[in-house]
């Protein structure tokens, strides 16, 4: 009966939080729908928070094999799944959060504060050169500044 | 970046070039254009001074401690003005294209 041994809920309700947290990172980043909320993530963790409940009334169920042993394990491995899903919900809902407030940012109507620096050439370019540099032989209109964190 | 890249011929064709700006060196900003496939100019603020200008340091977020810049967005005319700004306030939101695209219309040439 090695189906009823195998606590099935349990297990995949553990390896279904660490795939979730992870294709968050590796899948669901690339795509603005499920990057800005992850909506596809928590809905995951639900099912793996179904799972693991099934998995514990398992667990604790009187017929197990090795009952201490059974719930023992069942408990762990609960607790470590939800361990994994609080750390994913810290680090979008309140890592991301932390960023310095820029409020002496430029804002809307200011000048946009002239630069020069090297591009990924090595060649030094100004503001004001990407701003008057034809694009497809056209004059720009204007400049995306995109800045970011960096490569790594 | 990737949506920026995604959306490029978009920008093009509106007359808007996207800048990314970073404090990794061109030589890593060379490696991620080829990995990833960007096209667009990568300009390397190794000291973080430019980053500093637009007020857009974040202090000691980076690998080893070193300041880095925030996610930040500008849109900047050919007279050199501001026209639209995105300071997220959750790392993992940032500007859809189409957004910056909207804006991009109502610019002059």
């Known amino acids: 009966m090695n189906t009823k041994r195998l606590n099935w809920p349990l297990w995949l309700g553990f390896l279904l939080p660490l795939g979730a947290f992870l294709s968050y990172f590796f899948i669901f980043i690339w795509f603005p729908f499920t990057r800005d909320f992850p909506w596809a993530n928590l809905l995951l963790f639900v099912i793996a928070v179904v799972l693991l409940f099934m998995g514990l009334r398992r667990g604790f169920a009187s017929d197990r094999p090795h009952p201490i042993r059974s719930k023992i394990v069942s408990s762990i491995v609960s607790l470590l799944s939800l361990v994994v899903i609080a750390l994913f919900v810290f680090t979008i809902f309140i890592g991301g959060r932390w960023l310095p407030a820029s409020k002496g940012a430029p804002q809307v109507g200011q000048r946009a504060p002239e630069f020069s620096l090297p591009d990924s050439s090595g060649k030094t370019v100004s503001l004001n050169e990407l701003l008057t540099t034809p694009i497809n032989g056209n004059a720009p209109k204007g400049v995306l500044l995109v800045f970011y964190r960096g490569y790594w | 970046m990737r949506g920026i890249e995604k959306s490029l011929s978009k920008f093009n064709e ?30 390397s603020d190794r000291n973080a001074d430019v980053i500093r200008r637009y007020d857009l340091v974040h202090a ?12 930040a967005e500008f849109l900047i005319d050919k007279s050199g003005t501001v026209k639209w700004v995105n300071l997220t306030e959750n790392y993992w939101i940032r500007a859809r294209p189409e957004q910056v695209l909207e804006v991009a219309k109502t610019l002059e040439r």
Not at chain 2, 60 to 71: M, Q, T
Request: glycine share 10%; charged share 30%.
């Open chain 2, 60 to 71: 000691k977020a980076g690998i080893s401690g070193e300041d880095i810049a925030r996610p």
């Open chain 2, 14 to 43: 509106v007359g808007i070039r996207p800048v990314a700006i970073s404090v990794d060196k061109p030589e890593e900003s060379r490696d991620l254009q080829q990995k990833a496939g960007y096209t667009f100019p990568f300009l």
